[in-house]
C-alpha cells in the first residue's frame, strides 16, 4: 500500500540538546485519513511536523510525503502539500485577497487558475465578506482560517497543521474542524498536532509521542479499548474534603478534576474499582458529606492520556 | 494594602481606539483570593482589559483600582506589585531557562540572598529542571508557557494576570499548572485569567463573558450551566454529520454541536427527546446512546455567543 505520509526511523538530534529530539520515529499513514499527533510538552511533535514539511532536513532516516522523499526530492513534495506551522506568517499590510494571491503565487498556482481557486477558498472558509481587509486587522480565528486557505489555495494532497486551534477561542475552533471535515471528505489527507484531547477525538488516527516516538498508533476507540484501566467519576461536598479523601486513597493511579467532579483511574483488575467506589462511600459518610456522584463512566482520550504519561513517568 | 479592599475592582472600565471600541463600561470587581476567569471570542477585548488593569494601557472612560491603586494615578505602584503572563511573554531565547528567571528576579529585585533558592523551586515547579542549562530558543511551546509563568512569579505577586496562559500546553501539564495556581489563591494571591479552554474556566471561582468589549455575563461555573435554557443531551452515532444536520432542521432542537465524537443536542424542552430519537431513526441514524446531561462550559460559550450575534449583521466576524 502507499501511504501519503511514511516516516521510517527517523532521528533527529538537535546541537546542544541532551536528549534527541526525534528517536527513532516512525509512522505509515494511509491516503484521505484524518490523523492526529498527540503528546506532551516537549515530545517532538513539531519537530516531526518540520520533517515531514521539508523545512527541516538535517536528520537520519527516510520520510516521504505524497510519493517523495522529503529529503531528495523537497520541491515535489512542497508542491503538493499545505503547511501551517504553529506561528504563520500572513502579511498584516496585505488585504486577504492579496495575501491569498501570493500564496497562490509562490505555490505555482497557473495564472488563468489563480482567480478561481482564490474564490473557491474564499467561499470554503466563509471569508468572501472580507476579501478586501487588511489581514492586520482581522481577528484571531479569522487570521487562522486564512492561514489555512492559503495553506488549501494550491489544492495539496498533503495538509500538514501544528496546533491550528491554539488560541482560538470555541465557536472558531469549531467552525475550522468544520472546515477541516470539508478538507478530508475532498480526500486530503490531513496530519494535525493538538494538546486539545477532544479534537484527537475526532481524528480516524492518533499517533501518541513520547520522548521523540510513537508510542501508540491506532484509532481512538481501540487506543482507548486497549487501556488497561477502569474510571470513576466523583462528586460530593464540601469540595476540599472530596479532594482530600481522594487524594489520600490507596490503590488510586490518577485524579483530575473535570468541572466540579474528580475522575479517579483505578486498575482494570476485577474487583479494584468497585473497592475503591466502597472505600470512598464509606469515607464519605464517615465524614457527613453529601455525595452526588460515585459511578462508573466511559473512558476518553483525555484519560488516555493522563494514564499513558503517567505509566511512562512512573517506569522511568 | 487593606485586607478589606478587593484585589481588583473597575467602573465603567472603557478604552477606544480611534473609532474602535475595544472595551466598552465594563464593572466588576474580584476580591482577594479568587481566581476569577475572562471568556469571550477572539477580539473580544479580553487582552485590552488586562492591559490596562496592570498598567500598560490607559483607559479612555471609567476607571479601576487595582491592590487599591488607581490605575490612571498609580500604574507603577501596580506593575511592581503584579505578575503578568501573557501570550507573548518576552524570553530571551539566548538565555538558559534558569538564567530567564534570573533576569526577572534581577528586574523584580528579589534580594539577592534569597534569588538562589527561588530561582530553584521554580525551575522545579516548571518542571524545567532537567533542562537549565539548555537555550530557552530550542524549548517546546509547552514549555515555554511554564518557563514565563516560572518568570512572572518570581517576585511572589499578590495578583497575577494571565493571558491565555496555557494555550498548547499539554492536558496533564495544563492540570499541574491549574493545580499551582490553585494553591497560589489558596494563599490569598488574586488571579484574573483569560482562557479558550474551557476545562480550564471550570478552575475559575467565577466567570466573565465578553463579547465585542461589553460584559455580557458574570456568574459562577456552575450558575453559567444551571441557567442554561432547554435540555441538554448528548449523542452517540455512527453518522455524526448526518445526525446532525437531521438536528438542524428540527424546530424543538435550540442548538447542535460537536464534542469529541459525541454530539451535544440542546433541546427546548424534555418533550423533544421522543421527536429526536424518531427524526432520527426516520433518517437512518442508529443512536447507540442518547442520555441528557448537564451542559458543559463550551455549551455555554457557544450558546451565548450565539444570542448575541443574532440580529446583529449576518457577516459578524469570528
Given at each position: 500500500m502507499d501511504f501519503a505520509i511514511e516516516a521510517k526511523d527517523v532521528v533527529k538530534q538537535f546541537r546542544g540538546a541532551e536528549a534527541p529530539a526525534l528517536r527513532n520515529f516512525s509512522l505509515a499513514i494511509p491516503p484521505g485519513t484524518l490523523c492526529g499527533l498527540v503528546g506532551p510538552d516537549g515530545a517532538g511533535k513539531t519537530t516531526a511536523l518540520r520533517i515531514l514539511a521539508t523545512?527541516?532536513?538535517?536528520?537520519t532516516g527516510s520520510a516521504t510525503v505524497a510519493g517523495y522523499d522529503?529529503?531528495?526530492?523537497p520541491e515535489s513534495v512542497r508542491s503538493r502539500i499545505g503547511y501551517m506551522p504553529q506561528t504563520f506568517s500572513l502579511y498584516p499590510d496585505l488585504t486577504v485577497w492579496e495575501n491569498l494571491f501570493f500564496f497562490a503565487e509562490l505555490n505555482g498556482v497557473p495564472k488563468e487558475r489563480r482567480p478561481e481557486r482564490m474564490k473557491t477558498m474564499l467561499e470554503f472558509t466563509g471569508l468572501t465578506p472580507f476579501y478586501e481587509r487588511r489581514a492586520g486587522d482581522l481577528s484571531g480565528g479569522m487570521k487562522k482560517k486564512l492561514a489555512l486557505a492559503c495553506a488549501l489555495v494550491h489544492d495539496p494532497r498533503v495538509l500538514i497543521l501544528d496546533e491550528p486551534s491554539t488560541g482560538v477561542d470555541p465557536v472558531s475552533r469549531r467552525e475550522l474542524w468544520r472546515i477541516l471535515a470539508d478538507v478530508v471528505r475532498r480526500g486530503v489527507t490531513v496530519l494535525i498536532s493538538t494538546p486539545y484531547m477532544d479534537e484527537a477525538e475526532r481524528c480516524h488516527r492518533i499517533g501518541m509521542l513520547y520522548q521523540g516516538s510513537v508510542l501508540l498508533i491506532g484509532t481512538p476507540q481501540e487506543l482507548i479499548g486497549r487501556m488497561p484501566s477502569r474510571f470513576l467519576e466523583v462528586k460530593a461536598s464540601p469540595r476540599k474534603a472530596m479532594r482530600q479523601i481522594v487524594i489520600q486513597t490507596p490503590g488510586i493511579l490518577s485524579w483530575r478534576p473535570v468541572g466540579d467532579r474528580l475522575r479517579v483511574e483505578t486498575a482494570e483488575n476485577h474487583g479494584e474499582l468497585e473497592r475503591i467506589r466502597n472505600h470512598l462511600t464509606d469515607q464519605f459518610r464517615e465524614q457527613g458529606m453529601t455525595v452526588e456522584i460515585l459511578e462508573e463512566v466511559k473512558p476518553m482520550m483525555e484519560d488516555l492520556f493522563v494514564h499513558t504519561v503517567g505509566a511512562q513517568e512512573r517506569r522511568s | 494594602m487593606n485586607d478589606t479592599v478587593d484585589a481588583l475592582e473597575t467602573e465603567k472600565l472603557s478604552r477606544s481606539f480611534g473609532h474602535f471600541q475595544a472595551v466598552r463600561e465594563v464593572s466588576f470587581a474580584v476580591p482577594r483570593g479568587e481566581i476569577f476567569g475572562l471568556l469571550g471570542?477572539?477580539?473580544?477585548?479580553k487582552t485590552t482589559m488586562i492591559r490596562m488593569l496592570s498598567g500598560i494601557l490607559l483607559p479612555t472612560g471609567g476607571n479601576a483600582h487595582v491592590l487599591g491603586y488607581d490605575i490612571r494615578r498609580e500604574p507603577e505602584e501596580i506593575k511592581k506589585r503584579i505578575g503578568y503572563m501573557s501570550q507573548r511573554f518576552a524570553l530571551y531565547n539566548d538565555l538558559t531557562p534558569r538564567e530567564n528567571i534570573s533576569f526577572y528576579a534581577d528586574i523584580y529585585s528579589v534580594p539577592s540572598s534569597e534569588r538562589g533558592a527561588r530561582v530553584e523551586s521554580l525551575l522545579a515547579m516548571a518542571g524545567l529542571a532537567g533542562h537549565r542549562n539548555e537555550l530557552t530558543r530550542g524549548l517546546s511551546g509547552g514549555w515555554r508557557q511554564r518557563l514565563a509563568l516560572a518568570c512572572a512569579i518570581v517576585h511572589r505577586p499578590p495578583m497575577l494576570f494571565l493571558d491565555e496562559p496555557t494555550a498548547g500546553v499539554d492536558p496533564v501539564s495544563r492540570r499541574e499548572f491549574w493545580e499551582l495556581i490553585y494553591a497560589m489563591a489558596g494563599e490569598g494571591v488574586s488571579v484574573l485569567a483569560t482562557t479558550h479552554y474551557m476545562d480550564e474556566a471550570e478552575y475559575c471561582n467565577r466567570i466573565g463573558m465578553m463579547y465585542q468589549g461589553g460584559l455580557i455575563a458574570l456568574a459562577s461555573p456552575d450558575r453559567l450551566r444551571r441557567d442554561h435554557p432547554g435540555e441538554l443531551y448528548l449523542l452517540d452515532c455512527p453518522e455524526p454529520e448526518l445526525a446532525e444536520s437531521v438536528l438542524r432542521r428540527m424546530p424543538g432542537v435550540i442548538g447542535v454541536s460537536v464534542h469529541g465524537a459525541l454530539l451535544h443536542v440542546n433541546a427546548r424542552t424534555a418533550a423533544d427527546k421522543t421527536l429526536i430519537e424518531a427524526e432520527l431513526a426516520k433518517a437512518g441514524v442508529t443512536v447507540r446512546r442518547l442520555e441528557q446531561a448537564l451542559p458543559s462550559l463550551e455549551d455555554v460559550f457557544i450558546r451565548l455567543v450565539e444570542r448575541e450575534r443574532e440580529g446583529q449583521n449576518p457577516a459578524v466576524e469570528n
Open positions: 523545512v527541516s532536513n538535517s536528520f522529503v529529503r531528495r526530492d | 471570542p477572539n477580539g473580544a477585548g
